[in-house]
């Protein structure tokens, strides 16, 4: 969704203000913008949560609404667009007084451009809290497949007799190394890797060393 509808930051110019429901306060906005007008109503961005049959999205709700700013500078070919039988604009009016389009400084909106600029603040502040809290629950789910991996892992039986030379999987301070199977039940065994070191490590970590044959040595 575009933020900021038809702002530039060089605003300068004069504006006349347009009437309209408050319904339609944005989509006049977005509308005349993408009808070529330098149109700008300040809006405030909010979350909706997912639900069943919908995604998470966001709304955009006018901070003054029924109000939109136009360029006073294109005023006449406003009066124009909005005349045209064929206008698919939402339905609006100009602002007159005393049969006069009033016209307002760059200036007098910067106060609703600071309000759109906190309210911005506020939403993105909400979206970081979001994707951080789906990044945690993301991380929480990660870590309870993983417990729940190994748990099935620990389960395993493997039927390795003693002296077979085995590695070790999953365990980084046993990487490169070839242990001896001592003893073990099926679960677990015990591991001598050379002198008195010798250590309990779980059947599914261990993976028996093939020792080649003979004449596949001598190939």
Known sequence: ?????????????????????????VPLAIALCEAGFDAWTPRALSLIAATKRKPASERAAPIVPTFVFVRAG???????????????????HI??????????GDATLSSLRAEEARALRVYE????????GEARA??????????ARRK???????????????????????AG???????????????????????????????PVAVCSPSTRAA
């Open 1 to 25: 969704m575009v933020r900021g509808i038809g702002r530039r930051s060089d605003m300068v110019d004069r504006w006349c203000i347009l009437r309209t429901s408050g319904a339609k306060t």
């Open 74 to 92: 294109q005023l006449d070919n406003l009066w124009r667009a909005h005349s045209l039988p064929t206008s698919n604009l939402p339905g609006f």
């Open 95 to 104: 602002l007159q007084l005393g049969g006069r389009v009033p016209e307002i």
């Open 125 to 132: 502040a909400q979206v970081a809290a979001r994707d951080a």
């Open 138 to 147: 993301k991380r929480i789910e990660q870590l309870r497949t993983e417990q």
């Open 152 to 174: 099935a892992l620990r389960t395993e039986v493997k039927a390795i007799a003693a002296g077979d030379a085995v590695t070790v999987t999953d365990a980084p301070a046993f």
């Open 177 to 207: 190394m070839v242990g001896t199977i001592v003893s073990g039940n099926g679960r677990s065994y015990v591991v001598g890797f050379g002198g008195s070191r010798e250590w309990t490590i779980e059947a599914w970590q261990l993976v």
